[in-house]
């Protein structure tokens, strides 16, 4: 029964297959078959982080590896109740917090395809579209536009404009 769990450290992954080498340093070194993962999202550990291993009762080498567990050095990025958070190792993340309904996408770009917007939108930077832009009315404070201009209805200007 004591060999169900076992602790080890990621010693090599197959990116192809999804599953890695698990090295167990209490046992002489001993590196296990590739094995899978346990999880439904492919996000493994680099090499040397520690794994939790379970195996099959019969003592074999099989198993699965759970993600590596919260320790010294290795603490959840907020620790707040109710906070779902994903980070990726390079400054991105997911955060969804469930109090609020508020989902947080961190990253230095994200690609959306068929975005719909049935709320307000806020832009606060620059918009930049390659494409149409449709609507039943624009209201701005300025715009600027160093193409033409093509009017399909009535012009109306209220103000001063250059003669």
Not at 7 to 27: C, E, L, M, P
Not at 45 to 61: A, F, I, R
Not at 135 to 159: D, E, F, M, P, R
């Amino acid at each position: 029964m004591s060999d169900i769990i076992r602790v080890g450290y990621i010693s090599a992954i197959n990116y192809t297959d999804g599953t890695a080498q698990v090295v167990y340093k209490d046992r002489d070194n001993a590196v296990s078959p590739y094995m899978p993962f346990f999880s439904n999202e492919f996000d493994p550990p680099p090499v040397e982080t520690l794994v939790y291993v379970v195996h099959l009762e019969n003592g074999g080498t099989r198993g699965v590896i759970l993600p590596p567990p919260y320790a010294e050095g290795n603490r959840p990025p907020e620790g707040v109740a109710g906070i779902w958070r994903k980070d990726f190792g390079d400054g991105s993340y997911i955060r969804y917090d469930k109090k609020a309904k508020r989902l947080d996408v961190v990253s230095d770009s994200v690609n959306v395809e068929g975005l719909n917007v049935s709320g307000n939108l806020t832009v606060g930077g620059n918009a930049t579209v390659t494409g149409k832009i449709s609507a039943g009315s624009i209201s701005a404070k300025s715009i600027s536009t160093t193409g033409n201009v093509h009017v399909g209805g009535n012009l109306t200007v209220s103000g001063s404009y250059p003669t």
